[in-house]
Every structure is written in C-alpha cells, then in structure tokens.
C-alpha cells in the first residue's frame, strides 16, 4: 500500500513567505508545487520530508512572458502551460517538441516547469533542452536572487544548486535570430522515461554554425550537455558530415548505464544517432525548411 | 471494518531466523498482527494450490521468492496499518536465489523447495509419437529449429486483488466478497482450510475491475484477511497495490521453449518437435486441468496438417512468484501457438516462399472436420482457408507486399506478419478434465416468475465481458422473450449453481450451454402446460415465434408470458409440472470448442532507434456463431492490444540477486492508446456441431493469435538484415540488437 | 488540518492528515468510490477527477492541495438523472466493459470536448494517452468520444467490420494452396 508517511503541511501564497517557510523549516522542507515527482517518491517513501510548502497559491508565478530579447517562465508554469504557448513554439521549437513527449497529457496539466527541474531525474526531458538554448535559472533566497546558467544549475542525479533555504522562480531563455531547435527522444512506449533523447539549438550565420547547444537526456551526460561535440560544430559547414562527426563525439563522451531500458552500447548508439537527427532538423527549421521527410515518427518520437 | 496491510520479503530466497510483530501490535491504531507461526497455530500457515501443490500464505520457514507474505497487520485505518507494516522487525539469513530456470536442475543450484523429494524438478510431460516424429524428421527435405523464450508477464487487470472477510459468529458464517473468478472452487478450498463447513461460507464476487486470469488463484491476502475475521470477530479488508499484484500474484507464460519443424522441399509440413523449459516460479500454483501439468501446450502443431508431433515439457521450481497459467493462455495455448506460427514463418523464410502462401498450402481443410490431430486433440469445425483469404483480401496482401518491397528500396523498413491460430476453449469434458478432482461442467438454474419474467443463475462470473448481456440474449432467444425480461444473477455462491468459474473462454462454451440447456427444459415444460391449456397433446405442438401453437394453428398460439401464468394457477397440470416452469441443468461439455483466426500485422521499424510502430492490425475470427458481435469485437480489441503489449513492451524482469525490476506500471509497461491502431476486424461463422446454439468463445483468441502477428511482422521488417529471429519484448533495445548480432557493423543491412 | 473542498458543487468540511491523497479522501472520507485506484507510480489514470477545470491524476495530489477548490468527479457528469453525452455514448458504443478505468476515461473526455469540441481520432487518442485500459484495448473508447463529439460515422455499426455468412461449412477458397490474388 504505497502512501507517503506522516508530514507537516504549511501553504504559502508568496515567495517571501514561501522562503521565510523554507528557513523556518530547512533542512527538512521541500517545497511542494504540482508534486508529480515528489508525490511518487514520498508514496514509496524514498522521501520522506518533514515539512511541505504548497507553493500552488503563488500564481505569481505562473506565466510565459517574453521581456525584451529573452522569453521567461515562471517556475510554476505548467507543463501544460508550455506546450500550449505558442510564444515558446514560436521562439523555441525544441520545447514543444520535448513537452510533447513528458509524460501524458493529464500529468502534463498539473506537473510544474520548476518541479520537474528542481527534481533533477536524469532523465527528466527539460533539462537538456534549456541546457541546449543556453537558458538561466533565477533563483530566490534569503539575501535576494541570483541568476545560475542553466548549464551549471544540475551537480548530479536529483542535485541541483538550489539551496534548502533556496526556491527556483524563473527560467530564462535569450531570443536569437537565424534559430533553429529540436528534440527527439526514444522511449519503450508513450509517456515513458527516455531510453535516450536529445536536443539541438542552433544559430546559423552565412551556412555554417555560428553557435550550437546539445542537450543529452539519460545517458550520464555532465550537465545534460554534449560540450565536446559543440565545440566541434562552431564554424562547420551545417551538413551532414558534421552532423555525423558531432554525432560520434557526443557518443564518446557520454556515460550511460545499461538498465532495463537497454545496454550501454545501445544507448551510445541512440547518442549518435539522435544528435544527428535533432541537429538535422534544426538546421532546417533555421533555414525555415520543414524537418526532414521520412517514416511516421514512433510513439514518444517527435518529428 | 478493519484494514490489513502485508509485509512482504525483500529477499528472493532466506531463511526467516525470527520475526518479531510486537512493535506493531503496540501501535494504537493496530488491533492485531499475525505472522507465519500465529497461522501455524491455526492450521492457516500453508494452504493448497489449485494444482495439488501447496502454497505459504504467512512464511514459517523460508522465503522463496521477492514479495513472498511475511506478516500481516490489521488497523483501524489504511494508512497506520502502512505505517505499522514498518515497526514489524524480521531476521533473514539470505540465501542463493535461483533465478535462472535453465539452471534449475544442476547439481549444486539452490533448492527452492528442499521439502519436495524432486527439489526443483516438478514434472516431466511428454505427448504425441516420438518415434512417427522422428521418422518424419529423418525424411524430411528441410528442417528448421529455433529457440524461442516466451517471456513471463502479468494480465494486470485494472482493479488489484482484494477481499473484505466477514466472520459472523453467531452464525457461524462466513462471508467473503473477493476478487474471484472461480467464487465456488474458492469456498471448497476455504472450507478445508479454516475447518468451517462449506454451506456456512458464502463468497461474493460480481462486479469485477477485469481478470484475464489474475482472479483464479486463491492468494495469501486473503486468507489472511479471514484469519483476522476469525481472530478478531469484526470485517477485515485487504486490497493489494499494483507492487503487490505484479511481485506476487499469477504470472503468466515463462515457456522457454526449443522448436522443430520439418518440411518437404515444396513446403508440405511433415512434423512438429518441441522440448520446453517451463519456469512455475516457487509454488506449483498453475489453474489448469489437473491431468494437464503443461496445460494444452501439445496442441502446438496449430492448424496445419503436420501429421507427426511429439513435444516434451519440463517443469521447474525457481526463486519467483507463483503462477503461469494466466493472461488469456488458454492453458499454455498462447505459447503453443507462438511456437508454431514462428517456425512457418521461419519455415518459409528458409523455403523462399511466401508466408501467406505457405500456410495456405498447409491448412487443415474443411472436410477434414472434425479433425483429429497428432497430439490426441479432436478439433470440432473450422473453415480455415476462408478466413485467411478474407484477412488476406482485407489487408490488400498483394499491395503491402508491393509497398514494401517499394520502401526497401528507399531505406525504410516495414513489415507483414500473419499469425493463424486455433484455439481449444471450453474445458472441459468432466471425465478428463477437473480442477481440485472437480469436474469442470458447470450449471445454471432458471426461475420462471408468474409473469413470464426469468432468472437466470449461472456458476461463471463476470469480469467485464457482458455476460449480463450475452446470457440474457441466449434464454431470451429460447423463450421467445426480451433479453431485457431475463435477469442473469452470478457471482454469489449463495444464489448460484456450482461451477469452475470464468477463465479460459469457458463462459460460452459450458455456462452457456447450461443455461441455454436449460432454457430449452423450460421450454419444454411450457409445452406441456401449453397442450394442456390448448387441451391437445402435447406431440401435437410446434414451437413457432416465440410460442407455442397447435401445429398449423396460428390461432391457438400461447406465448411464453401466459404460460408462466397458467403454470401458477389453478389449470389442472400435467404429469411432469409441480406448479412453476423453473428448470436447471449441468452442461458437461463433449468436448472443448475451437475457435479460430488470421490475423495480419503490419509494422513500421525505424532500424537508426529500434522503434517499432504497428501501422495496421487486421483480425478475422470465427468463433462460431456470434451471439452479440459488439461484444465479440470488444473481446478481440482487447487481445490485440494484448498482442501489442506483450510482443513490444511487457516483461517481468529480474536481476540475478533475485529483484524483481517490474514491479511498477513505470517498468512493466502496458499499450496505450497510441501504441494500439483501430483494427480491422472480419468474421467468418463456423459453428460448433456440439455446442447447443453452436458458439465456439472468443475471450481468449485474440491475446492467443496476436503476439505472433506482431513478432513475425518485426522479423519481417528487418529480413534485409538477415534477423531471422528476436525473443519478445522486442522492445527499441532488442530490435536494435537483433539487428546488430546479424550485421555486425552498425545499422547496415546485408545484401540479399 | 482542516480543508473544505467543493466536489461535485457541494461544499465538504473535513480534518485530514496532510498526507492523505485526493483519491482516498473522494473515496473513503466522501464516499464517492466512483474514482478508482489503479498503481503506485501515477501511470494508469483510473484516479482522474478535475481539479478546478484540469484532470488530474487524484492519486498524485493531497487532498490538503485541494482545500479551498472545486473537484469534479464521475458523479458530478450527470445531471439528476440525465446522462452526459459522453456517459450516453459509452454506453451506446460498448467503450466500457470491466468499468474500471471508465470513470477517468469519461472525465477526461468531457474536458477535451470541452476545449475541442470537433477531436479528430489522434486528439483523442492523445487526450486520453496517459490512461490505461486492459479490457477495450481503446477502440471503442475512441469511439465513443466521437459519438459523444457528434462526428458522423462513430457510430456502432462499423464499416470495417466484414462479416461472411455461414456457408454451411462449405470452403469458397479456389483450391489446395492457393492464396487467391
């Protein structure tokens, strides 16, 4: 009978009362948003915090907004929310592509932005892709905010620098002209953790890559990041030998588990094979082409 | 009400040195905990299987698999019997687990069951002509052989196992409603272990959330559930979480099986041979016919006119849950079908022919019914070519054939799998068929009302497969009445005839029967309050819509209605009427049913990931006469999701120490709506020549003839990369390694 | 703590545990066991009620999330004894046969009709995605979404189905091993 054990409860309706909560609280408080990753685990008791703070009533903190050159989520943008915003398919084809593929429909509708990111899961589908577009994180604390890259804001599976006294209030993502972006990611079946996935963000300039960012879900990337393939792609040609050269860089410098989902050397493979894929249809949304044509793409896979 | 809560093992196989519950019981919220020696002393420790093995409920001496019952809580609510299952304290001695069933029976694996004189060896079973096998082996042009692992899964219905037990004690009676799908073969079982006669033991299980097999069983749940009515004297409720139910409740298939085919050069099926592994988990707990230990797993040689078989199978014990006789198998029926329908397809494969044609070469043919096959099964009708030219022109065969010969040619992979299957359902003739030494007829009882209005009690339950429906249709239509005038009654052995309950597609074939057996009782006994109504004799009626009538006199018609009046009032009645027209019947069933099908699969394989997409699922099933056909195609919606699931996503997994890795919706993956195509669905009717309205079942069919459909599509899909076999789940991992050990090098195909 | 929560229009006061789940507070605290419990791990969706205007899967909210909102559950789509177009077309198409994974279904349902109105077949099968069912293997469940939406041709008597007639046992095909063409 999978049912969380006993906990506190304390709701806030602001981020000052939420922190002032957090400090009351820390270490033993965790903050409580659509609870679609910390309700399962507290039900098989994997965490068993001593205080919750329900940061729902903060609807402060739910929008998309785009403030001058950088689009902004509010942490308690639903997954829903995103995939509905047409300002973020606009901008950012690569998170309608990846929230098309969270979960389900239903989850979708309750799990939040920041809860999945603060949750850290390996693999959780948000990450890469705001690691991939170069995003920020703003996060809220006793002696004010700061603003951590996106890159630096995971230090390990389920770790984030967010600090117990600390809450996640903001996602930022810089608007840059000539992009193109995509995520694509295999699963068992619909609305299942990934078995691999990525995602590319590209900025041409006169048909070569001028700046690239690669998200890697699943499979041991540092950071949710394929930095030793980026580095290879700025100033290439944008064509299919360096989409295959990044590919296999990516692949080589991953870490996957094999698990339930499939062996090592499978999910190398998909690192090789996706990344190609995903910076294939990014240069091509950059240059205002549709994807590519091909087969009907597979549950869980986007086009 | 009280809540139970059970405390399972976290080890797959340890010695239970003491569990110490007095923490537990100290919990305010807790009014009793039981654990294997507190049952010990009520002779509950222990308690038999449906196939003469026995099963812990609580463990005394060891725990043999992960999840196995150790103590049992009960509270006064649900959550602190959670909470209270962590102050229970037990100290194991970890033991080597046995998880591999190959390794079962070397010297020097761990013994599950060190108290059986076979230690791990469970049985050996054999049938058909070995030596007419192997002379049609040695003459044979062309001979295939494959080894093919059936995985093991779980039905996972919807709605988990649970029981509320209710021990009155001044009455002495016992109530139990439970998730069963077999509620009278249950209170036998119940009646001999807890000592309670069996007419003091009333269980209720009407309305359940589905079964597909999980509900046979009697589980440790809830026994223990009726220990603690006992012990406590108040109601006791338990109910199993999805964890629970997918560690520890019936598994189905873990069939590892090697198979031969033998064949003339031209395509002419000459024999069958099969030697099987089969991994029984740690109790022998399987719900089958007791004479049958590998169930109907011999009628292996499928539809075709293979004219030598001989099969071999050995069960054994391992470190796992109990089961394997569940999931819509017929009886093992779902792995002898997929043995077969693997090997034509590799068989033709081999042969260069065309899978669609080579079955059509080998099918039986209507004139051969009913068939006698080599393996002792007399199959009862079939039209069987009919229905594989009608899935095949259903499909377009010839255009998906030319379109992916088309699509190769750019690079993209699809594939065409058919599956042909016959089924044997119905069991089964009691003489050679029981559960527990009883036999498997089954009754129904019908009550005539004064106003024409009937009951109808039968022994089978529902779990969701309409027989509210489907039974009201059969006696209505014997009667002359609405279904809407027939009210079917099921689930509560206090108000229904006995009967081994609904598995196995038996609920048409047998309960069926009796009821429609008798319906046509009844209607004779209306005939003779009829004639004497008509003051004729009663030779002298006819039954004509819906009513009888004096032969070629529309005018002296009596409906069903004004009969059931006069039977109840004061007409002077005929020898043969007390005073109501109320009849029952035992249906003993000649022999098993045979439905039957073609399906085709079509699939898309993207070779770069491994994902499989299944485009099309074309199903043509005859089932005999269709006695509601919105109901047969649910049934068969239902078995080619199943196809789908169990071919590309489910498995219960286990790591070598014993854990088990499925024991979640998040890893023991089930089709959604996206995975599943709407089907195409066909009929074709060949009715049964002895059932009474000759309906064949159909419950099962589809869950049987769809994982080979899907499996032979895949293969197909990847043949120019020389795969020629995969083992289910052919999960993106699988495919992609399928493709791999062939090619060797990344992703290329071989040229063929 | 004390929480009210509106569900089905009527207010509920009640004095709960925080960890208490949503789906066990509508079934055991309210009565209202038309909500179901499927797994552990928020995957099957029998549990789904609306909370405020969203689905959502009961067993992965506290009801102490609820308190001071409205719920929607199976008993609410009905009005007195008028059935839902969506209850209405679930009956009429067989899209439930075990009913346990209806409830959510039908919640579901009504929300995408709701919002789209005219779904086409992927809408629907997307909407109710992350909602499983072990009995119709969906068929008639989209179905029945269909009809309840109106579209033509939703209906029971479907086109695909090919029926040949008995044929007194007699074969039709054209010979021994012949796959006619």
Known sequence: MQVPAQVEYEKATSVTQALSLLARYAPGARILAGGHSLIPMMKLRLAQPEVLIDINPIQALRYIERAG?????????????????????????????????????????????????????PSEDLSAAFAALKGSMIIAGPDGSREVPARAFHTGPYETVVGPAEMLTEIRLPIRPEAGSAYVKVARRAGDWPIGAAGAAVWLADGRIADVGIG????????????????????????????????????????????????????????????????????RRARGLAPAP?????????P | MLYGAILRSPLAHARIVSVDASAASAHPAVVAAFTGADLAER???????????????????????????????VATDRYAARDALELISVDYEPLPPLMDASTALDPGAPVVREELPGGNHIFDWAAGDKAATDAAFAAADVVVTCDMTYPRSHPAPLETCGAIADYDAVSGRLTLWSTSQAPHAHRMLYAALTGLPEHKIRIVSPDLGGGFGAKVPVYPGYVCAIAASLATGRPVKWVEDRSESLMSTAFARDYHMHGEIAATADGQILGLRARVLADHGAFNAVAQPSKFPAGFFHIFTGSYQARAAYCEVTGVFTNKAPGGVAYSCSFRITEAVYLVERLTDMLARQLRMDPADLRMRNLLRPEQFPYTGPTGWQYDSGDYPRALQLALDMAGYDELRREQASRRERGQYMGIGLSFFTEGVGAGPRGHMDIMGLGMADGADLRVHPTGKVVLAISVQTQGQGHETTFAQLVAQELGLSPDDVEVVHGDTDRTPFGLGTYG??????????????????????????????????????????????????????????????????????????????ASAVYNPPNLTFPFGAYICVTDVDPGTGEVKVRRFIAVDDCGVRINPMIVEGQVHRGLADGIGIALMQVIAFDETGNCLSGSFMDYLLPTSLECPSPELGATVTPSPHHPVGAKGIGESATVGSPPAVVNSVVDALAPFGVTHADMPLTPANVWLAIQSVTGVEGVPRVT | MKITVTVNAVDHTRVVE???LLIHFLRDDLGLTGSHWGCDTSNCGACVVWLDETPVKSCTVLAVMADGRRVTTVEGLASGTRLDPVQEAFAACHGLQCGFCTPGMMMTARWLLDNN??????????AISGQVCRCTGYENIVRSVLRAAGREGAGEHEPRLRVTPPQGGRAVHPGPGQVRR
């Open chain 3, 117 to 126: 109105p005219d779904p086409t077949e992927a809408d629907v099968r997307e």
């Open chain 3, 18 to 20: 925080p960890r208490l």
């Open chain 2, 505 to 582: 597609s038996r609920s048409t074939p047998v309960s069926g029967a009796a009821a429609v057996v008798a319906a046509r009782k009844v209607r004779e006994r209306a005939r003779l309050v009829a004639a004497a109504m008509l003051e004729a004799d009663p030779d002298d009626l006819e039954w004509q819509e819906g009513k009888w009538r004096v032969k070629g006199d529309p005018e002296t018609a009596l409906g069903f209605v004004e009969i059931a009046r006069a039977a109840h009032s004061s007409l002077e009645l005929p020898d043969g009427i007390e005073g109501h027209l109320d």
């Open chain 1, 69 to 121: 050159d950088e689009l902004r989520i509010g942490a308690l943008a639903r997954h829903a929310d995103l995939l509905a915003a047409e300002l973020a398919g606009q901008h950012f084809t690569i998170l309608h592509d990846a929230e098309r593929v969270i979960a389900d429909p239903v989850v979708r509708n309750w799990g939040t932005i920041g809860g999945s990111l603060c949750q850290a899961d």
């Open chain 2, 43 to 73: 002779g509950m420790a222990w308690m038999p299987t449906l196939f003469g093995d026995v099963q812990s409920v609580l463990a005394t001496d060891k725990v043999r698999f992960q999840g196995q019952e150790v103590a049992f809580v």
């Open chain 1, 216 to 283: 890697l879900t699943a499979v041991g990337a540092e950071h949710f990041v394929a930095a030793e393939a980026e580095e290879f792609l700025r100033g290439q040609p944008a064509g299919e030998e360096a989409f295959a050269q990044a590919g296999q860089i990516a692949a080589a410098h991953c870490h996957p588990a094999s698990d339930q989902r499939g062996p090592a050397s499978y999910k190398r493979h998909l690192v090789s094979e996706l990344t190609i894929r995903v910076l294939r249809t990014a240069v």
């Open chain 1, 294 to 302: 091909g087969l009907a793409p597979a549950p869980g896979l986007a």
